[in-house]
């Protein structure tokens, strides 16, 4: 009598070309499904769970959600722990939406210092145009955000001009105590 712990039988594994696709598929809707969790998250600033995201879903920071954008994109401005969490992962720190957009012009816009920092520890260029040609320092200025105005104008290219022609002196013209700032920074 044999042993039914010993018997076993060979299974062909192999999968056809149509199996193979379909399973394919499943792999990009799900990525899908994680990136728009992930944009989710990101936007909502919960940090745990875009960590674990990242970790368990093993989806790539820069998924775009359905609207074409990243979780750095569209992350809550004022949480640098997820800027820092994505940067960490590989994403993109220059990503770009259709109008130019980068998040250090959301930053800078925003006021939001501590995760205009870490974009640019991570390699965030600030001198990175939008589709009006506004540099960060630009929008920095026009929003009044001093502390943003002072850590970007040293490495800001301040003889940029917007597609108004305008260089950040000259949008700085329109808002009285920017002038002062940057013509400091201009003279040290």
């Known amino acids: 009598m044999r042993s039914p712990w010993l018997s076993f039988s060979v299974v062909n ?3 056809s070309p149509t199996e193979q696709a379909g399973r394919e598929r499943i792999m990009v809707l799900s990525q899908m499904d994680a990136g728009k969790a992930l944009t989710a998250a990101a936007a909502k600033g919960n940090t745990s769970e875009v960590q674990r995201i990242l970790e368990e879903s093993r989806v790539h920071p820069d998924t775009l959600n359905e609207f074409g954008r990243t979780a750095l994109q569209v992350m809550m401005m004022g949480n640098s722990k997820i800027a ?38 991570y390699g965030a260029s600030v001198n990175i145009p ?20 002072e850590f970007l ?16 002196i000259d949008v700085a013209r329109c808002v009285p105590d920017m002038i002062d700032l940057l013509f400091t920074d201009i003279h040290s």
Request: charged share 20%; hydrophobic share 35%; glycine share 8%.
């Open 84 to 121: 820092s969490l994505l940067l960490e992962k590989g994403a993109d720190p220059n990503v770009q939406d259709k109008h130019g957009i980068a998040p250090v012009h959301d930053a800078a816009r925003t006021g939001f210092l501590d995760t205009l920092q870490v974009l640019v520890e």
């Open 13 to 15: 594994c192999s999968t």
């Open 130 to 149: 939008d589709q009006s040609g506004a540099l960060p320092i630009h929008i920095a200025i026009r929003e009044g955000h001093r502390d943003v105005v």
């Open 153 to 168: 104008a040293p490495q800001s290219d301040l003889k940029h001009t917007n597609i108004s022609g305008q260089t950040a």
